[in-house]
């Protein structure tokens, strides 16, 4: 059965949340679900050696590639969809334009989230009772992106990689610069869990100037011979990188999502964005600004991440 599914938010992190509910189609159809998504979710850089995954079909409609855009665009849309002749299209959004392009495409049977209520639409418990109403599916999983054993071996070889030692991403980027953490509230951390035990931290970060000073503030320090940058990687590289090491500590960033849902206990960084972004997978552990009860957008916390508390959590994901 040829099934799509389509979700337009924009990121990486919001295309790793929806993966249970498009795992579920999948179980509950015996059949690899297509996938329509942006150009931003980068989802063909992690999501091409899952296996309930088919095919990724991009929207492009950013400035560089405007295929889509626009009403010539839907129309360029259709005949691409027609193409494919899916038999069910699953819209995981209230968009009137899909559901056009849906029946324009000639897809028989069309399930989407209500018409025009695309506010307040939760990012887990909207999609969760679009798929209880639709087809009584309960969907409680963590995200799954599943990556081939000899590509982990081989970033052993490449990367030298001792299994004895304590592997540690840290996740130092950050789409806002509101969301990363300062360089000295990591390495306190280094430095603490250095004292307890063998470590090596792998360094996960962008090309953007402020995220290549914290990375060169923490590879300019005593510690600069236990990390390893990752900037120059792709996403698709430094999965099995991320799959061989043992914990993680990641702000609000790709990394956090992607180390989650390889099955990595991740510490997440909650300094601006709402707390369901670092806590909705079980391999997940949030730590929330100082003087917080929870946090959300304009929290403006990152500066009050403590240390210890991080510190605190690695003992307890150790033990």
Known sequence: MKILAVQNRMGIGDTIIFLPFIKALFEKYNSPISLLVKESSKADQYLHQTNYIDKIITLERDKNNNKHKGFIGSFNLIKDLKKENFEKIFIFNSSLRFNLIARFSGIPKIY?????????????????????????????????????????????????????????????????????????????????????????????????????????????????????????????????????????????????????????????????????????????????????????HNTLGKEKINSQKIFDKIIEILN
């Open 112 to 296: 989407q989230y209500p018409l025009f209520r695309k506010k307040d639409q939760h990012i887990t418990k909207t999609p969760k009772k679009f798929l209880k109403d639709e087809l009584n599916l309960d969907v409680n999983e963590d995200p799954l992106i599943q990556i081939d054993n000899a590509l982990i071996a081989k970033s052993i070889e490449n990367f030298k990689i001792d299994k004895n030692d304590t592997n540690i991403l840290l996740g130092i980027g950050g789409s806002g610069h509101t969301k990363r953490i300062p360089a000295n509230t990591f390495l306190d951390v280094i430095e603490k869990i250095s004292i307890i035990k063998k470590c090596k931290f792998f360094l996960a970060t962008g090309k953007d100037k402020d995220e290549q000073n914290i990375l060169n503030e923490i590879l300019q320090s005593k510690f600069r011979n236990l990390c390893v940058p990752l900037d120059n990687f792709s996403i698709k590289e430094t999965l099995p990188i991320i799959k061989n090491c043992n914990f993680s500590i990641c702000n609000d960033s790709s990394f956090s999502h992607l180390s989650a849902a390889l099955g990595i206990k991740t510490i997440t960084l909650m300094a601006d964005t709402p707390l369901i972004y670092g806590s909705y997978s079980s391999k997940m552990f949030p730590i929330i600004p100082d003087g917080e009860l929870t946090v959300t």
